[in-house]
């Protein structure tokens, strides 16, 4: 059933969103900024993907760069629907409505400024059920839909198509030496695809599950309840069911470099007991890829590893993670889809170069959030 999405409840998705980019995916809070200047009181409808006919042209809309980058290169908000039309234009096809890539951060926004500028509905849905930092490290191209031929455009009203074929990594390859040119940030509509397509190759209702994870945390702050249990709650029923408490402690380093198009780094935190020398690593490429307690693995990719503040749950971006902030760390299960051999092999440990193999999340012997 479609359901309508109002400028009122953006703060919500901009918070859930950022939980479920698991470090990246952007700054939500200038999407929500992007949106709200082009929405006013209108409402944006949202299609749930078991809904769509099997004929729908659906053209995925995102933003693409580094994080870091994005705090200081505001981008002019006209990109995204330029993208858009560039690759209407070279495929000679309209769409019929738009979808995110990925469902955190920035990118769970950028379709609603498309939205908000063309009056095109969006998919409840997306293709990495949270935030990668590579093109095709996306459930559409695990399960049979490319990505080329992608547009990708800037903020000057630069436009360039890219076309591949179905080889993703190298559409990868080329948009992001694009985007570095451009200054480090661009946007790009790619992943054209039917009502059928989405229903077989993404991950559905991702963007209702947002805003109900940022409506959950906002609601119990304002109630003087857990957070951390109103994300366990929430998420109970969803496709990522298992919620771990992997670490809480206060933020005591940070390396964080911008490099090949990409934030690149890790974060220490140390357990506040005195008499405990317990510490978590987090390291990331945009966003969290491995948590290793004292070396020992407790979290990986492509399970979520949230990094939220200790008393609110406000989720924490790697781009904002500092020094003395006082954190909870938080792991979730992803679903069956992405956990596939296929799935892994594009964006499993091997993906990232890490060593390590995959481990679901749940299989550990951690608390359950909000039990701790």
């Given at each position: 059933m479609s359901w309508t999405l109002t400028a009122a409840d953006l703060p919500d998705l901009a918070r859930g969103a950022t939980l479920l980019g698991t470090g990246g995916g952007g700054d939500p809070y200038i999407g929500q900024m992007l949106v709200a200047r082009v929405l006013g009181d209108r409402g944006i409808t949202i299609l749930d993907p078991d809904d769509l006919a099997d004929d729908l042209f659906v053209i995925p809309t995102a933003q693409m760069g580094a994080p870091t980058v994005m705090i200081e290169k505001i981008p002019a908000g006209t990109e995204p629907t330029l993208a858009l039309r560039t690759l209407e234009a070279h495929l000679g096809r309209t769409a019929d409505a738009t979808m995110p890539i990925e469902c955190g951060g920035i990118n769970s926004m950028i379709p609603l400024i498309v939205a908000a500028e063309t009056g095109l509905p969006v998919v409840d849905a997306d293709g990495m059920g949270r935030a990668f930092p590579e093109l095709s490290m996306e459930t559409f191209a695990v399960y049979g839909v490319h990505g080329s031929p992608l547009a990708l455009a800037g903020e000057r009203g630069e436009t360039v198509v890219i076309d591949t074929g179905d080889d993703d990594r190298q559409m990868e390859w080329l948009a992001r030496g694009v985007t570095i040119r451009l200054g480090g940030v661009g946007h790009i509509a790619e992943y054209a695809m039917t009502g059928a397509d989405v229903r077989r190759t993404a991950v559905p209702r991702t963007l209702s599950m947002a805003l109900a994870l940022g409506r959950a945390i906002r609601e119990a702050r304002e109630q003087h309840r857990s957070p951390f249990e109103a994300i366990a709650q929430t998420l109970s029923t969803t496709l990522y069911s298992e919620v771990r408490e992997l670490f809480s402690g206060k933020v005591t380093d940070v390396e964080r470099r911008t490099t090949e198009g990409f934030a690149k780094g890790r974060a220490t935190i140390s357990a506040l007991d005195a008499?405990?020398?317990?510490?978590?690593?987090?390291?990331?490429?945009?966003?969290?890829?491995?948590?290793?307690?004292?070396?020992?693995?407790?979290?990986?990719?492509?399970?979520?590893?949230?990094?939220?503040?200790?008393?609110?749950?406000?989720?924490?971006?790697?781009?904002?993670?500092?020094?003395?902030?006082?954190?909870?760390?938080?792991?979730?299960?992803?679903?069956?889809?992405?956990?596939?051999?296929?799935?892994?092999?594009?964006?499993?440990?091997?993906?990232?170069?890490?060593?390590?193999?995959?481990?679901?999340?749940?299989?550990?012997?951690?608390?359950r959030a909000g039990s701790a």
């Open positions: 008499g405990d020398d317990a510490q978590l690593e987090i390291r990331f490429q945009n966003e969290n890829l491995i948590a290793l307690r004292d070396g020992e693995l407790v979290a990986i990719v492509p399970d979520l590893i949230c990094v939220t503040d200790i008393e609110s749950g406000e989720p924490i971006t790697t781009e904002g993670l500092r020094y003395g902030q006082r954190v909870r760390v938080l792991g979730i299960s992803t679903p069956e889809m992405m956990r596939t051999p296929e799935a892994l092999a594009a964006f499993g440990p091997r993906a990232f170069g890490l060593t390590e193999e995959f481990v679901p999340v749940e299989s550990r012997s951690l608390a």
